[in-house]
C-alpha cells in the first residue's frame, strides 16, 4: 500500500540496490483474493522475488535481500548484532507511532511524545558513540533504512492531533544531522511519503472515507 511504513521500507531497500521490481498496490479495504494466495494473512508488504520465492514482513523481507543481493551491503558485521539490537528496541516506537495513528493510544499527544523522546535517546547516543553521520557508517546502513519511513512521518502526528508535538530538538543534535543528512540521499528522495498525504489517509479512515485505488 502506497502509503504503508513498512513497505515503503522495501522499496528505499531496492532504490538503494537498485534492483529491479515492480510494484503491486493492494486495496486493503478489498483485498484480492489471489493477494492471500502468495500471503494468507492479507498482510503488507509481501516480496515475489523472480524464482518464484516468497517473503512477508518486512525486516523478514529486508534481510532477504541483502543476503541474495549483496551489493551494495547494509549490514555490516562489526555493528550488525547491535544494529538488530536497537532495531528491536526501535519496534517499540513503532508499536507507539501506530497506537496513535489508529485511535488506540488515548493519551495526550505530550505525554506520547515524552515517552518517545526518552526511547530516542538511546539512539542519540549511539550516533554520538559511533561518530558517523549514518548508523551504517559514512553510508546508509540497514538501521537507518528501516527506521526512516516512521521519522519522515513524524509530522503527520501534529496534523491528525491538531496540536503542536513541542519536541525537544536540542536535546538530540545528532539525531538532527542524521535526519537531514538522509533527506539528502537521493533514493530517499525518490521514494518520498508526504506526510500531509500520510496524515489525511489517516484522517480519512477514521471517517470509512478511503478509496484505496485513488491513493
Not at 541483502?66 to 555490516?76: A, C, V
Not at 506520547?112 to 549511539?126: D, K, P, Q, R, T
Not at 516512521?150 to 496540536?163: D, G, P, Q, S
Request: with cysteine.
Amino acid at each position: 500500500m502506497k502509503y504503508c511504513p513498512f513497505a515503503h521500507r522495501i522499496r528505499l531497500i531496492l532504490a538503494y540496490k537498485k534492483i529491479p521490481h515492480d510494484i503491486v498496490n493492494i486495496n486493503l479495504k478489498n483485498k484480492p483474493e489471489w493477494y492471500y494466495e502468495i500471503n494468507p494473512e492479507g498482510k503488507v508488504p509481501a516480496l515475489v522475488d523472480a524464482d518464484g520465492e516468497v517473503v512477508t514482513d518486512s525486516i523478514a523481507i529486508a534481510n532477504y535481500i541483502e543476503e541474495k543481493y549483496p551489493e551494495p551491503r547494509l549490514y555490516h558485521e562489526e555493528t550488525k548484532a547491535r544494529d538488530l539490537e536497537l532495531l528491536d528496541h526501535y519496534s517499540k516506537i513503532v508499536s507507539i507511532f501506530s497506537g496513535c495513528v489508529h485511535g488506540n493510544d488515548k493519551r495526550p499527544l505530550h505525554e506520547v511524545v515524552a515517552e518517545i523522546s526518552s526511547l530516542l535517546v538511546e539512539f542519540e547516543e549511539e550516533l554520538k558513540e559511533r561518530g558517523t553521520e549514518f548508523f551504517g557508517g559514512a553510508e546508509v546502513g540497514m538501521l537507518d533504512i528501516l527506521m526512516w519511513p516512521w521519522v519522515e512521518r513524524r509530522r503527520a502526528l501534529v496534523l491528525i492531533y491538531k496540536e503542536p508535538t513541542n519536541f525537544s530538538n536540542e536535546k538530540f543534535p545528532h539525531s538532527l544531522k542524521w535526519v537531514q543528512a538522509m533527506k539528502a540521499q537521493p533514493f530517499v528522495q525518490e521514494n518520498l511519503c508526504s506526510h500531509e498525504k500520510f496524515a489525511q489517509l489517516i484522517i480519512d479512515l477514521k471517517a470509512g472515507n478511503v478509496d484505496y485505488d485513488k491513493l
